[in-house]
């Protein structure tokens, strides 16, 4: 039973942070329609970030978690501005930011792999290697951390949207682009702070994984399919989508390598088979986008 | 016939340069002749069928080890065992094909990343059969009709190998099937009020072109003699659409453009960037992306274009001095 | 051509969307040769109607039966081998090929070579293209778009690009042709130019639907007009006598500018 629980902590943990890789993607793409497959480069970069800061310069963890974040609100916004807006401003068909956030993609983690080299480096979690029991419930600090932040960041988002006049805004641009600009909703200003806080969100699941996994300069690809696949699985029309699907793969993940009777490479390929499955029976995701209010 | 002498010449040509070059410039020339001819399949399917898939590398690699283990493991004679691997790209690709026409921009796109990632954990977990993480090594072509087609010989089939793909490529986009290809992209209302079977369209277009890659990665598999799944792995899967996009989408001659410079260009800048070559296409992608979206090709046309424009004016000013 | 027996027959044909009944309990009849117009104010159920007849859109009731076949179940692309062809509203030209390439496309359900012809690059293959190169350019001169054979079709006007949607739809050799409010957004003396053409197309005896809210343009065209309101027919006449009908009027209350202009 015991087995079971601590399961559950670290199996909520993971959905958490696959859930944040997929709100990271949905911010961008809901209010401006973009396809962005570089949210996992961009964890990766806020990993290394945190290994640098964390763990070459020994700031404390607050100071180098707000630098990092503050870095990724700066990478996004920086990456909106060189490689997507001149696009917009052309008018380039709909594939174009695509394609030029794919070769960013790879600009990313090339760069990663040159600056640092291709051995993973250690990040150190928030609140040290500790465990915590919680009641029934036990698991390592960090699962614990994980599960907090994301539950702050995810009602923080959901209130943004749901109860204020801007988050309001956002929304009314992902569902009609020109009728929300007839409307005074500056376009540019929606698009440039979708992709700041996106790469923030994106850069947090980053810095939170990494101390299981350690920065690694291939580690963003095979995030962003989780993510990817908890957003499919989850449904892009609501935000807590992104979360409901990140825990259901993650449960699914750890009771299929923990129960099942085959190798652990195999597992390696329950995301994906996952990620099929809904794609071919239900790729709307589970949770239905909210109707129009009459 | 006029092509016909055309394609012969240039079999020659091509193979002619095998025999002249040295063990290393052979390599790079024999890579160079692969690359452009899964870059000449995966324009069909990307840049005239509109399908932004990841799966095509794969392919490329399920016929490379298929035909391996069809040889070695099933002691297949090789005839046949070059029919079975071409059979199973043409099933699997449909089998892939069949549910991943049903969805559309990036959920294909998804659906094709995901295969294509499951073939690398299929691979390594091959166990015996696929050789794991390790791959299969201790294999060679076998003889044909008593004779070892190696060095320069073995090149030649592989420039056979890209006119195949060339001509079967150009003669399709020439045709009923190429426009249909073109109009369900561009339109799929209208290509279906015009009687088009939008998704018979696409899964032919998808399982065409992926059987092709599988063939190249047959051709493919006794270059190296050996294969392994980091070959095939997660860094080569956009390399493709990048030599397409680069050179220019929607042109056989931007394929072709677009796999030399990325394929060649990193090797050339090797002292500087040693074996980081994916610098080279990002870099190159985002600025073909957001400068010249016809892609290199388009440089070459306006170039004609600005000779002709040129030609022209020199033509108006001797007519009226 | 049996002139007397209806080449499209529709009977008791209804969609429903949810709670909402768009069309209801319609019958209509085309003969070949003939000019059926169908008219009626925004909301009628027109747009539906025509989605039905020409297969985009599925009948949650009735039937329609074209020479004879039924065509229920038959899917989308089924319709145009089977000579319904249509033209869309909002002009859909296929952006990345020339004008003669789209009415090409046109020829799909009637081109002879198979695949394997294709790729074995036949001599029957390349003479089909090129018959079918040919006859896309006569139908893109019937239309009187010579000059823009090799055309980007971006290049074309919106009245040109109709012409084009007319020649594509021409090349699948269609029995009944579809035309979706074809004068709406041309100017006078390109309205004039369609009236030639359509009135070209039934002479040859292919049968012709019209849906049209230009009142006027009807007029001159149609043989018979079929007047819809609130998804139901209200009245199935000549032109001229069709206006005089109590119902339709009542229908275009609002609109006497539009009778009136006829």
Redesign the interface.
């Known amino acids: 039973m015991n087995d079971l629980l601590e399961l559950l902590v670290s199996a909520t943990a993971s959905g958490c942070v696959y859930g944040l890789v997929a709100l990271g993607y949905l911010l961008i793409t809901r209010p401006t329609g973009i396809v962005n497959f570089a949210v996992g480069e961009w964890a990766m970069l806020a990993a290394f970030g945190a290994y640098v800061a964390l763990s070459r310069m020994e700031m404390p963890y607050p100071v180098g978690m707000a630098l990092v974040l503050v870095l990724m609100l700066a990478i996004g916004w920086l990456t909106e501005r060189l490689t997507v807006r001149p696009l917009v401003e052309k008018g380039a068909p709909p594939l174009a930011p695509v394609l030029s956030l794919l070769g960013m993609l790879v600009v990313f983690r090339e760069s990663v792999s040159i600056g640092f080299g291709a051995d993973p480096q250690p990040v150190p979690p928030a609140l040290g290697f500790g465990r915590f029991e919680f009641g029934p419930l036990a698991g390592a600090y960090q699962s614990f951390f994980i599960i907090a932040i994301t539950g702050l960041v995810f009602t923080g988002v959901w209130y943004f949207f749901e109860r204020t006049l801007t988050g309001k805004s956002f929304e009314a641009v992902a569902i009609d682009r020109r009728a929300a600009a007839l409307m005074g909703v500056r376009l540019g200003r929606v698009t440039a702070a979708s992709f700041a806080v996106g790469a923030a969100v994106a850069g947090l699941a980053g810095m939170l994984v990494s101390p299981n996994v350690s920065a690694h300069y291939m580690m963003g690809m095979p995030l962003a399919v989780q993510g990817f696949t908890a957003l499919v699985i989850g449904g892009v029309g609501r935000v807590e989508g992104a979360l409901l699907g990140g825990l259901v793969l993650a449960l699914v993940e750890q009771f299929t390598v923990r129960y099942a009777p085959i190798p652990a490479g195999l597992a390696m390929g329950v995301p994906l088979v996952l990620l099929i499955v809904f794609l071919l029976v239900r790729p709307t995701g589970l949770l239905k986008a909210r109707e129009a209010r009459a | 016939m006029k092509?016909l002498v055309r394609y012969i010449v240039a079999a020659l040509v091509l193979s002619g340069v095998a025999f002249v070059l040295g063990s290393y410039q052979t390599d790079v020339y024999r890579k160079l002749l692969l690359w452009i001819t899964l870059a000449l399949s995966y324009n069909f399917l990307f840049g005239i069928c509109g399908q932004?898939a990841f799966s095509h590398f794969a392919f490329y690699g399920i016929g490379a080890y298929s035909v391996v283990i069809f040889i070695t493991q099933l002691a297949l004679p090789l005839p046949l065992a070059v029919l079975a691997t071409v059979a199973l790209c043409v099933a699997l690709a449909l089998v892939v094909a069949i549910?991943a026409t049903?969805?559309a921009?990036?959920?294909l796109?998804?659906?094709t990343?995901?295969?294509a990632?499951?073939f690398i954990?299929?691979l390594?977990?091959g166990g015996t059969v696929t050789g794991g993480t390790g791959g299969l090594t201790n294999y060679r072509l076998p003889d044909i009709f008593g004779v070892a087609v190696t060095g320069p010989w073995y090149t030649v089939a592989i420039v056979l190998l890209l006119l195949g793909t060339f001509?079967?490529l150009w003669?399709?986009e020439?045709?009923?099937?190429g426009?249909?290809c073109?109009?369900v992209?561009?339109?799929p209302?209208?290509?279906?009020?015009?009687?088009?079977?939008?998704r018979l369209t696409k899964v032919?277009a998808y399982t065409i072109t992926s059987a092709l890659a599988g063939l190249a990665g047959m051709v493919y598999a006794f270059v190296d003699n050996t294969v392994n799944p980091a070959i095939f792995s997660?860094e080569s899967v956009?390399q493709l659409?990048?030599m397409v996009?680069v050179g220019g989408a929607?042109r056989p001659a931007g394929a072709i453009i677009g796999a030399t410079v990325l394929y060649l260009l990193p090797l050339v800048l090797s002292p500087i960037?040693?074996h980081?070559h994916?610098?080279v296409?990002?870099?190159?992608?985002?600025l073909v992306?957001?400068f010249q979206?016809r892609g290199l090709i388009g440089l070459w046309d306006r170039f004609i274009s600005g000779r002709q424009h040129r030609q022209a004016q020199v033509q108006l000013r001797k007519a009226h001095p | 051509m049996t002139a007397h027996n209806p080449l499209l027959t529709v009977r008791g044909l209804g969609r429903r969307f949810g709670g909402l009944h768009a069309v209801t309990d319609l019958d209509l009849d085309v003969h070949a040769g003939e000019i059926l117009g169908v008219i009626g104010p925004n909301g009628a159920g027109k747009s539906t109607t025509f989605s039905m007849i020409a297969g985009a859109l599925a009948p949650t009731s009735g039937e329609i039966v074209f020479d004879g076949q039924p065509m229920a179940g038959v899917p989308s692309h089924g319709f145009a081998p089977r000579g319904i062809v249509r033209t869309f509203q909002h002009n859909k030209p296929f952006e990345s090929m020339s004008v003669r390439e789209n009415v090409m496309v046109g020829m799909h359900s009637r081109m002879p070579s198979s695949l394997w012809q294709i790729l074995a690059g036949t001599g029957s293959s390349a003479r089909a293209e090129r018959e079918a190169a040919a006859k896309a350019d006569s139908l893109v001169d019937f239309v009187g778009l010579s000059e823009f054979r090799d055309a980007d079709v971006a290049t074309l006007s919106f009245g040109q690009g109709r012409l084009l949607e007319i020649a594509r739809a021409l090349a699948a050799e269609p029995r009944l042709m579809l035309f979706d409010e074809p004068a709406a957004g041309l100017t006078a003396s390109e309205c004039h130019r369609l009236e030639q053409i359509v009135l070209s197309i039934a002479k040859r005896g292919i049968a012709v639907l019209l849906i049209e809210h230009d009142m006027r343009f009807l007029m001159s065209l149609a043989d018979r007009v079929a007047v819809l309101n609130f998804g139901r027919k209200i009245a199935d006449d000549t032109a001229a006598k069709v206006q005089q009908h109590p119902e339709v009027v009542e229908a275009y209350l609002g609109n006497l500018k539009d009778l009136q202009n006829a």
């Not at chain 2, 020439?174 to 099937?177: A, I, N, Q």
């Not at chain 2, 209302?189 to 939008?198: E, I, P, R, S």
């Not at chain 2, 296409?281 to 985002?286: D, N, P």
């Open positions: 092509s932004v549910p049903r969805l921009g990036f959920y796109a998804l659906a990343l995901a295969f990632q499951l954990v299929v390594n977990e001509a079967m003669r399709l020439r045709s009923w099937f426009r249909a073109r109009a992209r561009d339109n209302d209208a290509a279906v009020a015009m009687g088009v079977d939008a032919l997660q956009f659409l990048f996009i929607g960037i040693g980081h994916a610098l296409f990002g870099l190159f992608m985002v992306v957001i979206p």
